[in-house]
């Protein structure tokens, strides 16, 4: 392992990060009634980004001029230590912004209200660059802008990956480019578009930001705010899920908006190599991929199943929602009429289809956001969304989970299986349309498997010890591994996580790390012989 190879990587994404803060101090800037070094001394969220600014382009900087003579010397180590160790590095800095506003509005003293403080900033910061979503915060309106365009933009930077821009953008760092490129980028393969890893990158991103842009243009058009629209795409399109409004998508009431973010979370679930194919003229492509004709399947199956469920407001009573664990809960004759408020939702067929279909897509993708409390669902729809939440997005796409293409291999895998205990002599290859999948890669998807559920389960086992609710417990863990960002009962669609206590949050920013980087390449660092 080079040690100072993998600094200079780092150092340069810290430059990268550094330069890329500097958009949301200029929002904090143009906030301010008066534009003066005195007013910018008083702004907490000027002082906050020009710190985080300062200690992130210095720091880069020195440590990557220190560390150049060392760039070209990676190797497959170095390349999967660089994506680990950066997005943990990364989300340090990108926390410092929040961690100071905390600091600033805190009525505590002291080591435990700093821990606080930066565990609260962490976590959102950490939440926003894997794009899982979950939030600390309890009244998002009252947060300034510059910090909500800033944790926004942590979900598009982190939806493709700082390091894969980073690739786009210093096409010579030095650094073992393909083994960080199959650590990032979601799903069990990695393929390149181009010889040129630097291309493949670069195309990857213009299709993002291209789909990013006709998103923020609808909305716009529709009639949101340009600042929420911006906002709202960085949130879909990297299937993240912060909002700018304390009840999400469901506060601008609008069918529009509801549609076109429908369309745009169902696209950015999409293997992007798809997309770029598609836009080539190579409809084909899509009519002859597996996996994307059944992440179509279980989206269009799961939601008319589910409108046939709820059609007609048949949501759990108000004494049946009310008995669920809720960690600060409403009074009584308060949830009374907030339950009949959600179940007018489903009364009109066009308005449950379209509210359903809201939610089933926003968690299959792993996206998160909400136009009704689907905690007060029937408990069979509450379970279909919570397994739901395990399948994810398409490989290559920025959804989390464990991805479509691994559940259709591993069910394919099953029932070769179950043919095979009566014809044992059988050869059978397993395969994804006319392409026979490899062995070893059948392999590594079960061990991925196996590896995933493992971690769910120790995980949920530790939460237990600081939730006292198990179902919130075992939701939050896999709302977090699976980048999802709501879960069930006190973590629902309409709670936050800022309740948690501090180790409880620290358990689930990891599980959002192995969640995002997909297990292989955190767990590969913790091994010692990685390291010699």
Same mark, same amino acid.
């Given at each position: 392992?080079?040690?100072k190879?993998v600094?200079?990587?780092?150092?340069?994404?810290?430059?990268?990060?550094?330069?890329i803060?500097?958009?949301?101090?200029?929002?904090?800037?143009?906030?301010?009634e008066?534009i003066?070094?005195?007013?910018l001394l008083?702004?907490?969220?000027?002082?906050?980004?020009?710190?985080?600014?300062?200690?992130?382009?210095?720091?880069?900087?020195?440590?990557?001029?220190?560390?150049?003579?060392?760039?070209?010397?990676q190797g497959?180590?170095?390349g999967?230590?660089?994506?680990?160790?950066?997005w943990?590095?990364?989300?340090?800095?990108g926390?410092?912004?929040f961690t100071?506003?905390?600091?600033a509005?805190?009525?505590g003293?002291?080591?435990?209200?700093?821990?606080?403080?930066?565990?609260?900033?962490?976590?959102e910061?950490?939440?926003?660059?894997t794009t899982?979503?979950?939030?600390?915060?309890?009244d998002i309106?009252?947060?300034?802008?510059?910090?909500?365009?800033?944790?926004?933009?942590?979900h598009w930077?982190?939806?493709?990956?700082?390091?894969?821009?980073?690739l786009?953008?210093?096409?010579?760092?030095?650094?073992?480019?393909?083994?960080m490129?199959r650590?990032?980028?979601?799903?069990p393969?990695?393929?390149?578009?181009?010889?040129?890893?630097?291309?493949?990158?670069?195309?990857l991103?213009?299709?993002y930001?291209?789909?990013?842009?006709v998103?923020?243009?609808?909305?716009?058009?529709?009639?949101?705010p340009?600042?929420?629209?911006?906002?709202?795409?960085?949130g879909?399109?990297?299937t993240?899920?912060?909002s700018?409004?304390n009840?999400?998508?469901?506060?601008?009431?609008s069918?529009?908006?509801?549609?076109?973010i429908?369309?745009?979370?169902?696209?950015a679930?999409?293997?992007?190599?798809l997309?770029?194919?598609?836009l080539?003229?190579?409809?084909?492509?899509?009519?002859?991929?597996?996996?994307?004709?059944?992440y179509?399947?279980?989206?269009?199956c799961v939601?008319l199943?589910?409108?046939?469920?709820?059609?007609?407001?048949?949501?759990?009573?108000?004494?049946d929602?009310?008995?669920?664990?809720?960690h600060?809960?409403?009074?009584?004759?308060e949830?009374?009429n907030?339950?009949?408020n959600?179940s007018?939702?489903?009364?009109?067929?066009h308005?449950?289809?379209?509210t359903?279909?809201?939610?089933?897509?926003?968690?299959?993708?792993t996206?998160?956001?909400?136009t009704?409390?689907?905690d007060?669902? =029937?408990?069979? @729809?509450?379970f !279909? *969304?919570?397994l739901? &939440?395990?399948? %994810?997005?398409?490989?290559?796409?920025?959804?989390g989970g464990?991805?479509?293409?691994?559940?259709?291999?591993?069910?394919?895998?099953?029932?070769?299986e179950?043919?095979?205990?009566t014809?044992?002599?059988?050869?059978?290859?397993?395969?994804?349309?006319?392409?026979?999948?490899?062995e070893?890669k059948?392999?590594?998807?079960?061990?991925?498997?196996i590896?995933?559920?493992?971690?769910?389960?120790?995980?949920?086992l530790?939460?237990?010890?600081f939730v006292?609710?198990?179902?919130?417990?075992?939701?939050?863990?896999?709302?977090?591994?699976?980048?999802?960002?709501p879960?069930?009962?006190?973590?629902?669609?309409?709670?936050?996580?800022?309740w948690? =206590?501090?180790? @409880?949050?620290? !358990? *689930?920013i990891?599980? &959002?790390l192995? %969640?995002?980087?997909e297990?292989?390449t955190?767990?590969i660092?913790?091994?010692?012989s990685?390291?010699?």
């Amino acid at each position: 392992m080079n040690g100072k190879a993998v600094a200079y990587a780092i150092g340069k994404l810290m430059q990268l990060t550094g330069i890329i803060l500097c958009i949301p101090l200029g929002i904090a800037v143009y906030n301010l009634e008066a534009i003066s070094f005195a007013s910018l001394l008083d702004n907490v969220e000027a002082i906050g980004f020009s710190l985080a600014i300062i200690a992130s382009i210095v720091g880069g900087t020195i440590i990557s001029l220190f560390y150049r003579a060392d760039r070209n010397e990676q190797g497959i180590r170095e390349g999967y230590a660089i994506v680990s160790l950066g997005w943990i590095i990364l989300a340090f800095f990108g926390s410092i912004p929040f961690t100071f506003y905390f600091i600033a509005h805190s009525d505590g003293t002291g080591f435990l209200n700093l821990l606080t403080c930066f565990t609260d900033g962490y976590f959102e910061i950490m939440s926003g660059f894997t794009t899982t979503g979950s939030t600390i915060l309890t009244d998002i309106e009252a947060i300034p802008d510059s910090l909500l365009f800033w944790r926004s933009l942590t979900h598009w930077l982190g939806g493709m990956g700082i390091i894969t821009l980073a690739l786009a953008i210093f096409p010579a760092m030095g650094v073992s480019g393909y083994q960080m490129f199959r650590g990032e980028i979601p799903g069990p393969t990695a393929d390149r578009l181009r010889p040129r890893l630097a291309q493949t990158a670069a195309i990857l991103w213009g299709v993002y930001a291209l789909l990013s842009g006709v998103e923020t243009l609808l909305l716009w058009l529709g009639g949101m705010p340009l600042f929420d629209s911006l906002c709202h795409t960085f949130g879909t399109m990297a299937t993240g899920g912060f909002s700018t409004q304390n009840s999400s998508i469901a506060a601008y009431n609008s069918a529009y908006f509801e549609w076109v973010i429908i369309i745009f979370m169902y696209l950015a679930g999409v293997n992007f190599l798809l997309h770029f194919n598609v836009l080539r003229g190579k409809w084909r492509q899509a009519i002859i991929n597996r996996e994307f004709i059944f992440y179509t399947g279980i989206i269009i199956c799961v939601t008319l199943f589910l409108s046939g469920v709820l059609y007609g407001g048949t949501v759990k009573s108000p004494e049946d929602a009310y008995s669920h664990y809720r960690h600060d809960k409403p009074t009584s004759l308060e949830f009374d009429n907030y339950v009949v408020n959600e179940s007018q939702k489903f009364d009109n067929l066009h308005d449950c289809v379209r509210t359903t279909m809201f939610q089933v897509v926003a968690i299959t993708t792993t996206t998160g956001y909400g136009t009704a409390d689907f905690d007060i669902w =029937p408990d069979i @729809g509450r379970f !279909v *969304l919570l397994l739901l &939440m395990f399948f %994810g997005g398409c490989a290559g796409s920025t959804g989390g989970g464990m991805k479509q293409v691994r559940i259709l291999i591993l069910i394919k895998n099953g029932w070769r299986e179950l043919r095979k205990l009566t014809r044992p002599n059988l050869i059978a290859p397993l395969r994804m349309g006319p392409v026979a999948v490899e062995e070893d890669k059948i392999a590594n998807i079960t061990a991925f498997f196996i590896l995933f559920m493992l971690l769910f389960a120790v995980a949920s086992l530790i939460m237990t010890l600081f939730v006292p609710d198990l179902l919130t417990a075992v939701s939050a863990t896999i709302a977090c591994i699976n980048n999802i960002g709501p879960g069930l009962n006190g973590v629902g669609s309409i709670e936050n996580y800022s309740w948690i =206590p501090i180790p @409880g949050k620290w !358990v *689930l920013i990891a599980c &959002m790390l192995l %969640g995002r980087l997909e297990i292989f390449t955190v767990l590969i660092v913790f091994r010692p012989s990685f390291w010699k």
